[in-house]
């Protein structure tokens, strides 16, 4: 029982260089998350998608991208890291009124 | 503004005693509203969640949450903390009320340490 798995689980990355962060789940959930986690910010929405095919920016969206292509799949690009996204990065999904159920993140840093 | 906030960033209580976390909401229409738990490392975890009804709910490990619609509070209570609850510990409010989690809004956590 996987639940929600995320890949890599740690990157490093240079500024500039790009990378996809990978979210698969295995509950047939309609509803995929990716949030950013920085320390005293709590959590943050970067983007979402309602089902296989949609996808929507949360809070946060500027600097990344996402596809569903998948109904399992929800992947989040960096297409230029910088700096500033260094920070821990959570998959999620859910049912409708069921709440989130979180992959255990990938821990980033943008040198 | 609307805002979730959890008023104590740092708690520390000692094994066998009593815990409450607080949360308080701005919203105009009474929310959903969750208690997630953050170990080290890991992701969060659904503790428990207010939609309806009564307003005193169960949770997993032992934890209970009661909603106060005349002080705008959710908090999160449990009557014999052990030392595994030691993590960081989450307030979410969803105020469409839709089902969906896209507006739901963390608050910034509270930090849990237990002593011996």
New interface residues.
């Given amino acids: 029982n996987a639940g929600v798995t995320q890949t890599p689980k740690f990157r490093v990355l240079k500024t500039g260089q790009s990378m996809t962060l990978l979210c698969a789940q295995d509950m047939n959930h309609e509803y995929m998350y990716w949030y950013r986690q920085d320390p005293g910010m709590g959590l943050r929405l970067i983007h979402y998608s309602v089902g296989e095919g949609t996808t929507a920016k949360g809070e946060v969206p500027d600097g990344y991208n996402v596809s569903r292509l998948k109904k399992q799949n929800f992947l989040l690009g960096l297409e230029s890291a910088a700096p500033s996204q260094t920070s821990v990065y959570f998959c999620a999904s859910s049912y409708p009124d069921r709440g989130l159920f979180f992959g255990q993140g990938t821990r980033l840093t943008v040198v | 503004a609307q805002s979730v906030t959890q008023p104590d960033i740092h708690i520390t209580v000692s094994e066998g005693a009593s815990l409450e976390l607080r949360c308080n909401y701005s919203y105009g229409a009474t929310p959903?509203l969750?208690w997630?738990v953050q170990s080290p490392?890991?992701?969060?975890?659904?503790l428990l969640?207010y939609?309806s009804g009564d307003t005193l709910v169960q949770g997993i490990k032992g934890f209970e949450a009661e909603f106060k619609r005349s002080q705008s509070s959710f908090n999160l209570r449990k009557p014999s903390v052990h030392w595994s609850d030691a993590a960081e510990y989450?307030c979410a409010v969803d105020p469409t009320t839709?089902?969906?989690?896209?507006k739901?809004v963390?608050?910034?956590?509270t930090k849990l340490t237990v002593n011996p």
Avoid at chain 2, 98 to 102: L, P
Avoid at chain 2, 106 to 109: E, R
Wanted: glycine fraction near 28%.
């Fill in positions: 959903y969750f997630y490392g890991q992701g969060l975890q659904l969640k939609f989450f839709q089902g969906g989690s896209e739901l963390f608050g910034k956590g």
